[in-house]
């Protein structure tokens, strides 16, 4: 007679949208570095939570063009945000410091 073998425990894990290095980063006040495209053009800067899931912030396109955006944080790591001539960003936080 042959052993069939033991089965395999599943493990469910519980989702967690945010660790809590990352609540405190998300917090009213800290900047992030984030980078993206808007106008099928390439942007980065940074934004400063403001609370509520709202953020403001500047972004380059270049050097010598600053943009100023405000929107709001619709994922983990990811802002969209509008400038002022009504152009919008899908931003991801970035490592990179600029």
Not at 45 to 59: F, K, P, S, T, W
Request: positive net charge.
């Amino acid at each position: 007679m042959e052993e069939s073998a033991p089965a395999k425990k599943s493990k469910k894990l519980s989702p967690q949208p945010y660790s809590i290095e990352q609540e405190k980063k998300l917090q009213r006040g800290h900047w992030v570095e984030v980078a993206g495209y808007g106008d099928s053009r390439y942007v980065y800067g940074q934004l400063q939570i403001l609370g509520e899931g709202d953020v403001a912030g500047y972004l380059y396109q270049n050097a010598s063009r600053q943009i100023y955006v405000v929107g709001e944080i619709v994922g983990s790591k990811r802002f969209l945000v509008r400038d002022t001539a009504g152009v919008i960003y899908r931003l991801r936080e970035t490592k990179e410091k600029y």
